[in-house]
């Protein structure tokens, strides 16, 4: 370990289609030095999540794209290495946005103080940070379960799915995941206390889905897209609510499918007939509002044993890359974090 | 004139893609008789709607399809010829829902007593009956335009489109309207007072489009779908609101669209990216709690000149089918009516 040297991914070539490793440089550059009223972080663990993919492309979507050279945007966990800043003393641990390196300078602006007596430093990425307020968030105020509600997710396994399942369940509502192989389909029924879990690589993935919501659906908490659209549409009760949260099927798809049908006036026949409510959202739109009783809420339900969670934890900013093409394939099994130094 | 009988049109066959006038057969029948408890109703006027061509498919939607040889189903305004109802009079003009023919009778649970100081009695069916409300109820409650918004509807010189362009406006929006042709754009902008319209004919109708709408959409009416959808998506802002109200331009479809592309995936990219909500509705999902709000608004902005309306009135049952085929290809201008008797 080079203690000079700031180790950082950046973002070499914008990818087409699929990220390649080659879309992304590793380089040294030295560790910056904070002025007064900075602090120098030492990133501990970076966060991996499908939005990063957005990122990449030139595209603008809800926030600006990562300019070629410049480093990967990521919330990490960071520990205060030293401190300019009366607020910030060096040793406290921190949420951070601050990338996929090993340092960075922060105002302190962007800090959120972790208490790892509360729980583990990693779940600020993951249960109790930005993935589980994004599923609480949506479910909550989009979804808006009823007890008896069948709620259905994909990616169950995974960072925002497994907690949309349980609270949807802590909220009364039958919770039913979809995942992709027999590990996570176990670890969604048995750990998470799903209602019930389907594989989406069955070949009669859609007939079990089917059977696994007799009484249609009511809430499809959308993060996936593609087929499992079309295997939940037809399922959906009227008035039922479909919070849009992620499309990962469609992540690295160009700008205009070619297909043999066009999949759009068929959405949009069930949008009317049904009086559907499809509602795209980033957890951003809710954080002043309603972050502090998230955070309040899910440490009890932690503390009760009633939200688990799973880590996927990769070591070595080297490995980054890689990992985050595998999450954008569901290689991942649980909530994907990168550990960037022993400790 | 026939006293005796009940001339009426029924669905002879359910139409592939586009109704053909084979399609409904006129047919008589004895005039019904009305037992205690019940009226006998004289149709004065009938309704055509874009609606029924749903009821025309076999296809279960929101409402049960009319089945091979019964009458086509719409709304109508009625004199009541004949009374064995305590409630009602001989001579009474009411709202009914009595179908496309002549004579019918009812228990008087459907309806609604019309007063012909307030209005013409053909706006019962228009501007102040179901198209008029669903217009209020959509925009309203799920477009929430707020002073300033932009506003867009298609349709915009049809029963519904050019209701929402004025209660868009007298809410303090700016309405901006998409038609066919040079006349009913004149009608849109000149009479109905909208603050920009363009014509969906037009070559360059998408450039027109952005161009009348310099801060993009806050609100988009959808009533037509199609190419005009692909027009107003993105043109759409962050946290626009997409009421359903139809889908015309796919009413004609098959099940599955065969195209070269498909646009559902660049649909939900929007969605998500812009944290849109597209939510389909009926109006009967406000009916109980906003109908009587809505008329007795609706009766002030007619008696202050603010809402206004055009009808394009077809003579005798026998041109139903054929006027029907014209509103599917917006032959129409305004709300299409049938005048079933002389009077």
Not at 209 to 223: Q, R, S
Request: with cysteine; charged share 20%; aromatic share 8%.
């Amino acid at each position: 370990m080079d203690n000079t040297r700031n180790p950082r991914i950046v973002l070499a070539a914008r990818p087409d289609g699929r990220p390649k490793t080659s879309d992304f440089r590793l380089e040294y550059t030295p560790i910056p030095e904070p002025v007064d009223g900075q602090v120098l972080l030492e990133n501990l663990y970076l966060s991996l999540d499908p939005y990063m993919r957005w990122r990449m492309s030139a595209a603008k979507s809800y926030a600006e794209p990562v300019g070629i050279g410049e480093v990967m945007v990521g919330g990490t966990v960071a520990r205060i290495k030293y401190s300019r800043h009366a607020d910030w003393h060096e040793g406290d641990c921190v949420l951070a946005y601050a990338g996929w390196q090993r340092f960075a300078l922060s105002d302190g602006q962007d800090l959120r103080r972790l208490d790892p007596n509360i729980a583990p430093l990693t779940t600020a990425l993951g249960v109790l940070g930005m993935p589980g307020f994004t599923a609480y968030a949506g479910l909550l105020n989009i979804g808006k379960p009823k007890p008896g509600d069948t709620v259905v997710v994909a990616a169950a396994s995974g960072a925002v799915g497994s907690v949309v399942g349980q609270i949807a369940r802590l909220h009364g509502a039958r919770a039913v995941g979809i995942a992709g192989g027999v590990d996570k389909c176990a670890f969604v029924k048995d750990d998470l206390g799903f209602d019930a879990v389907i594989d989406h690589r069955a070949p009669d993935f859609a007939e079990q889905l089917a059977k696994a919501c007799p009484h249609g659906i009511d809430v499809y908490f959308e993060n996936v897209a593609g087929p499992v659209w079309d295997a939940v549409r037809p399922l959906l009760n009227n008035f039922a609510r479909v919070p849009v949260c992620g499309l990962i099927a469609h992540y690295n798809d160009g700008a205009l499918q070619e297909a043999a049908c066009d999949r759009l006036p068929a959405t949009m026949h069930d949008i009317l007939a049904k009086s559907l409510t499809v509602r795209g959202f980033i957890q951003t739109e809710f954080v002043d509002q309603q972050q502090d009783t998230f955070l309040q809420e899910a440490a009890q339900w932690i503390a009760e044993g009633k939200l688990k969670w799973r880590e996927d934890i990769v070591d070595g900013l080297a490995q980054a890359p890689e990992a985050f093409i595998g999450l954008l394939e569901g290689r991942n099994f649980g909530k994907l974090i990168v550990r960037l130094s022993p400790h």
